[in-house]
C-alpha cells in the first residue's frame, strides 16, 4: 500500500521541520536546508514496499540535502540509495566526485559514508534505497561506484527507468506476492547499469580462472541445501586444490565462503515470499537451506534485506 507524506497539511510555519523528518523517516538521518532566497520546503513523498527494495517518489521545490559524520555517527544505517531524476536537475556528491542527473539519469550513494543531495529548483525524483549487503556481495569497489551518473537513454540504464515508470503506473494493481520478484529484476538490472560504468570494470582473468569460477558456482549451487557444504568440500569436489580455488575466485566483490551465505540467504527469501510454500515454518526454511540455527540464521536475514524473515513473510504474503 502506498503510503503518501506532505506538507502541504501542515501550517507553513512547521514545514520546513516537518519535511525533515518526513525525509529522515523515509531514508536515513539527514539536514535538509531550503534553497537559496527559501525558508521552508514544501513537498511530498509516496512510498511503497517491494519486498526488500523501497521505492519512493520525492517531488519538492529547491534544497539541500546531507549527510553528515554526526548524523551517521547517531544512526548508523547501512544503505544504498539510487536516485532516478523524474523531472528536473539534481546532484548526488559523494568520494569526492559529484553526478549531475538530468531526467532519465540515476546515480548510486551509500549512506555509511557522507554525501550531499543538491537541487537548485524544483524537481521529482524516483529514490530505490536497498540493505547495503545486496550490492556489496554482487559488486566489487562500490566506493568507486557512487556519486557517477549512469544515462537512461541507452543499455541498462534505459531499462531501469522503464521498468520503474511501469512499476509506478501499475504498483497498486501489483499482486504481494509479485513484488519479491519484481524488486528482483530491479536489483540485477541496477546491477547491469552500475557494473557497465568505467570505474566498474576490471582486467579479464584468465579463460582458465573464468572456467574454474563458474565451476565453483555451479558446485555450490547444486550443493546448496547441504549444511556441510565448505570451501574445502568444494575444492576437494572440483578436484582442486585450495589454492587454485581461491585464485579463481579472486576478484569477485566477496569472499567463497560470504557468497555461499548469501546465496543461502536469497534462497530462504524466495521460499518466504511464495505462496506456495506459505504453510511452512521460517525453520523449516531456513534449514532446509543449509542453515542449522534459526536464531543464527534470522540475525544474518535481517542484516542482508534489513527485516526478520517473519517481518519480510507478513510483506510479500499481504498478511501484514
Known amino acids: 500500500m502506498t503510503r503518501l507524506l506532505t506538507t502541504a497539511s501542515t501550517e507553513p510555519g512547521r514545514r520546513l521541520a516537518y519535511w525533515t523528518e518526513m525525509v529522515c523517516e523515509t531514508y536515513v538521518q539527514l539536514d535538509c536546508d531550503p534553497g537559496a532566497g527559501a525558508d521552508s520546503i514544501e513537498g511530498e513523498i509516496s512510498v511503497d514496499r517491494l519486498a526488500t527494495l523501497e521505492l519512493s517518489r520525492v517531488t519538492s521545490a529547491a534544497q539541500r540535502v546531507r549527510r553528515t559524520p554526526a548524523r551517521i555517527a547517531r544512526a548508523t544505517e547501512d544503505y544504498f540509495l539510487v536516485s532516478i531524476q523524474a523531472r528536473g536537475e539534481g546532484f548526488v556528491v559523494q568520494d569526492g566526485r559529484t553526478a549531475r542527473l538530468r531526467p532519465g539519469d540515476f546515480a548510486l550513494y551509500d549512506s555509511t559514508r557522507p554525501y550531499e543531495l543538491r537541487f537548485d529548483g524544483p524537481f521529482q525524483q524516483y529514490v530505490l534505497m536497498m540493505p547495503g549487503p545486496t550490492l556489496r556481495t554482487a559488486l566489487r569497489d562500490t566506493q568507486c561506484l557512487t556519486a557517477t551518473a549512469v544515462s537512461g537513454e541507452r543499455g541498462a540504464g534505459h ?81 582442486l586444490s585450495p589454492s587454485t580455488l581461491h585464485r579463481a575466485w579472486t576478484g569477485e566483490p566477496c569472499s567463497l565462503a560470504d557468497w555461499i551465505w548469501a546465496q543461502r540467504l536469497d534462497a530462504a527469501r524466495r521460499d518466504l515470499c511464495a505462496p506456495a510454500q506459505a504453510k511452512r515454518t521460517v525453520s523449516d526454511i531456513a534449514f532446509s537451506w543449509g542453515f542449522n540455527d534459526a536464531a543464527h540464521f534470522s540475525r544474518a536475514f535481517r542484516a542482508r534485506f534489513g527485516c526478520t524473515p517473519r517481518e519480510l513473510r507478513a510483506m510479500a504474503l499481504g498478511s501484514g
Open 159 to 239: 531499462l531501469m527507468i522503464g521498468m520503474i515508470g511501469t512499476l509506478v503506473s501499475d504498483i497498486d494493481t501489483l499482486a504481494p506476492e509479485s513484488a519479491a520478484a519484481v524488486a528482483d529484476s530491479i536489483t540485477h538490472i541496477l546491477i547491469a547499469g552500475l557494473s557497465a560504468l568505467p570505474q566498474a570494470r576490471q582486467a579479464s582473468s584468465s579463460h582458465l580462472a573464468a572456467f574454474h569460477r563458474e565451476r565453483i558456482k555451479a558446485c555450490v549451487r547444486a550443493r546448496l541445501r547441504d549444511p556441510g557444504l565448505t570451501v574445502a568440500g568444494i575444492a576437494a569436489a572440483l578436484h
